[in-house]
T-cell receptor
Framework: GQNIDQPTEMTATEGAIVQINCTYQ??????LFWYQQHAGEAPTFLSY????GLEEKGRFSSFLSRSKGYSYLLLKELQMKDSASYLC??????????FGTGTRLTVIP | DADVTQTPRNRITKTGKRIMLECSQT?????MYWYRQDPGLGLRLIYY???????NKGEISDGYSVSRQAQAKFSLSLESAIPNQTALYFC?????????????FGPGTRLLVL
């Protein structure tokens, strides 16, 4: 079977750093996506990892360990607008994405 | 203008009615997808199409059908709506060319089946 685990909710303070973890077991794995979704809106692309290691893009970084079935999204210098759900998704083949249930992040002043 | 549009944005219907949700895109992507999102369950794939002549079932296709009328249009039909089809529906597109195949999502259709 396929499974993605990520925390349901997290809270962090404005200006701080937060790490959102994702572990996965899937049949077939090409890469891992992170999407951001504000309440009631469409998911928007944040990052994609296919090789092990850290990918940095501005305030957001994403890490992948294929051997451990593990990824994390790191958000630095948190802003209030970063309050959203963060979706971990595994690309399982032919661009089929299997999504986790998402982590709802609340940034507090 | 938005690259991926969905109509209607909100819809209320009754059990047993047939309804169609439409998706259009101006991105020129060959691949299109329909997902539904339910609280606590995440996004689940209903159907996908890699080109106009290609239709594939996703994880939860029962009770749904699709039509790819053109490269830019992909519609989802509920032949006889039931209350557990109440959900937020997203259309997405992607382009297989390039380094990574990111999916781009439309704004969603919120469907309530009474």
């Amino acid at each position: 079977g396929q499974n993605i685990d990520q925390p349901t909710e997290m809270t962090a303070t404005e200006g701080a750093i937060v790490q959102i973890n994702c572990t996965y077991q899937t049949s077939g794995f090409n890469g891992l996506f992170w999407y951001q979704q504000h309440a009631g809106e469409a998911p928007t692309f944040l990052s994609y990892n296919v090789l092990d290691g850290l990918e940095e893009k501005g305030r957001f970084s994403s890490f992948l360990s294929r051997s451990k079935g593990y990824s994390y999204l790191l958000l630095k210098e948190l802003q209030m607008k970063d309050s959203a759900s963060y979706l971990c998704a595994c690309e399982t083949g032919a661009n089929n994405l299997f999504f986790g249930t998402g982590t709802r992040l609340t940034v507090i002043p | 203008d938005a690259d991926v549009t969905q109509t209607p944005r909100n819809r209320i219907t009754k059990t047993g009615k047939r309804i169609m949700l439409e998706c259009s895109q101006t991105k020129g992507h060959d691949r299109m997808y329909w997902y539904r999102q339910d609280p606590g369950l995440g996004l689940r794939l209903i159907y996908y199409s890699f080109d106009v002549k290609d239709i594939n079932k996703g994880e939860i296709s029962d009770g749904y059908s699709v039509s790819r009328q053109a490269q830019a249009k992909f519609s989802l039909s509920l032949e006889s709506a039931i209350p557990n089809q109440t959900a937020l529906y997203f259309c997405a597109t992607s382009d297989p060319r390039g380094e990574k195949e990111t999916q781009y999502f439309g704004p969603g259709t919120r469907l309530l089946v009474l």
